[in-house]
């Protein structure tokens, strides 16, 4: 699936080996940078709201230069959109959390195994965005999809599926 996951934009004039090469360096680097950052920020913050913005923009200018060569669903598109989705759910920003989580649930469910868990994490995040924003059919709809993945995964009988569950009921 390698090349799945490092997909190039389909483009009139598509972009040389070198400048995917070029972005590949780029990515891997903006990710380090992101990881430094935010591992020094938040040690070094006493209030994370400015660290999350800061955050919030370099995924979003990452996510803007490498989108000019890179599928959304490319492997270095997908973990900036995951990042950028975690920096919207810190600051409880419920949209831009969803609009990042619809996103990455295609590839994800295209990119790992039937039953993964990093699937069933991602329905299950999208499930409660949507019912924090008060979309009951949407996020009955994914957590649903959530718990059938988490039932071959874990068991029927897991407490983890027993509490999503509940959840449901409780909305």
Known sequence: QDKEKLEVRK????PSAEVVRDM??????????????KHYKYILCLTLTPL?????E??????EKM???FEDSNV??????????????YVQDWEGALRYGKKIIRPYSKHYPSYSLNVAS?????????MALENR??????????????????????????????ELEDH
């Open 11 to 14: 483009l009139s004039d598509p």
């Open 137 to 166: 059919t949407a996020g009955v709809k994914a957590l649903k999809r959530a718990i059938a993945i988490m039932e071959v995964a874990h068991g029927k009988d897991h407490p983890y599926i027993s509490e999503i569950k509940k």
């Open 52 to 56: 999350a913005c800061e955050l919030l």
């Open 67 to 69: 989108g000019a060569v």
């Open 76 to 89: 270095y598109m997908l973990h900036m959109m995951y990042q950028a989705m975690g920096v919207c759910l």
């Open 58 to 63: 370099i995924c979003e200018l990452s996510l």
């Open 24 to 37: 590949v360096k780029y990515a891997r680097n903006v990710i380090e940078e992101f990881r430094r950052a």
């Open 122 to 130: 991602m329905w299950l995040k999208l499930g409660r965005l949507y």
